[in-house]
T-cell receptor, first 111, second 114 residues
Framework: AQSVTQPDIHITVSEGASLELRCNYSYGATPYLFWYVQSPGQGLQLLLK??????LVQGIKGFEAEFKRSQSSFNLRKPSVHWSDAAEYFCAVGIGNDMRFGAGTRLTVKP | EAGVTQSPTHLIKTRGQQATLRCSPISGHTSVYWYQQALGLGLQFLLWYDEGEERNRGNFPPRFSGRQFPNYSSELNVNALELEDSALYLC?????????????FGQGTRLTVV
């Protein structure tokens, strides 16, 4: 069955530490891949997207993600987390006219 | 350029009533999507409208319905409200099938059913 999995429901990191949020998908073909961020009570904002080409994608706010076809993964990374990065992060995959979202990972940043 | 706008921001209704939520897409976008985000349940796909027609529907009962107008704005109607319908309802728009391009989200309507 087609699915998007974010294995980590909640992650806590210290400010200045590195961050990696995991995303795995299960589709027959390579989908389009997205990461969105949602601040409390707000809508979703696109961080970055992968359609084709270079598998390392740069996004806004210093985030990047790497597409690994062999692992069906699209993990989000940031080398140094800021307190303002505390939010919920959603991975999404698109196939044709359909888009599926993962359950989200809540990021807490410790001072 | 104006983003996706949703109204109202907050809505409080009594169980059994009807709620109407509105969404205006980004200019030039023909597709509108509705999602329900209940506490702890992530984003649940509700409905997809494109060019005035319903293209896809999530696993929700028929009392969740909607429509898309000629100007591509959209309404989501929830009839016979139940307490568990309390959630943030997000609208998104895109220029074509959502899977092939990014979706832009509104700020959401917080529906509270009491």
């Amino acid at each position: 069955a087609q699915s998007v999995t974010q294995p980590d429901i909640h992650i806590t990191v210290s400010e200045g530490a590195s961050l990696e949020l995991r995303c795995n998908y299960s589709y027959g073909a390579t989908p389009y891949l997205f990461w969105y961020v949602q601040s409390p009570g707000q809508g979703l904002q696109l961080l970055l997207k992968y359609f084709s080409g270079d598998t390392l994608v740069q996004g806004i706010k210093g985030f990047e993600a790497e597409f690994k076809r062999s692992q069906s993964s699209f993990n989000l990374r940031k080398p140094s987390v800021h307190w303002s990065d505390a939010a919920e992060y959603f991975c999404a995959v698109g196939i044709g006219n359909d888009m599926r979202f993962g359950a989200g990972t809540r990021l807490t940043v410790k001072p | 350029e104006a983003g996706v706008t949703q109204s109202p921001t907050h809505l409080i209704k009594t169980r059994g009533q009807q709620a109407t939520l509105r969404c205006s897409p980004i200019s030039g976008h023909t597709s509108v999507y509705w999602y329900q985000q209940a506490l702890g349940l992530g984003l649940q796909f509700l409905l997809w409208y494109d060019e005035g027609e319903e293209r896809n529907r999530g696993n929700f009962p028929p009392r969740f319905s909607g429509r898309q107008f000629p100007n591509y704005s959209s309404e989501l109607n929830v009839n016979a409200l139940e307490l568990e319908d309390s959630a943030l309802y997000l609208c998104a728009s895109s220029s074509r099938g959502q899977g092939a391009t990014e979706a832009f989200f509104g700020q959401g309507t917080r529906l509270t059913v009491v």
